[in-house]
């Protein structure tokens, strides 16, 4: 089964101010606390950059998602 997962270029991760995400195809993406509260999503045609500097500091998560599968990572702000 193909996975995203290698395919995602994500950095830096921990971030302190602009986090990268590099993928081949379309995707959206959804940033939420640790409680589950959305912060910050967006739709991309290969290329983001989802702007950290004024997100308290601590751990999110980050979902990425294409038509056929759904990628999460822990994402550490400081």
């Known amino acids: ?29 959804f940033l939420s606390n640790d409680i589950g509260q959305q912060i910050k999503a967006g739709k991309s045609e290969g290329e983001a950059l989802i702007d950290c500097r004024t997100l308290p500091q601590g751990i999110y998560i980050l979902q990425i998602a294409t038509k056929n599968q759904v990628f999460t990572k822990k994402i550490i702000v400081y």
């Open 1 to 29: 089964k193909y996975s995203i997962e290698n395919k995602i270029r994500l950095f830096p991760n921990p971030v302190s101010n602009w986090l990268n995400i590099n993928y081949e195809q379309p995707f959206s993406y």
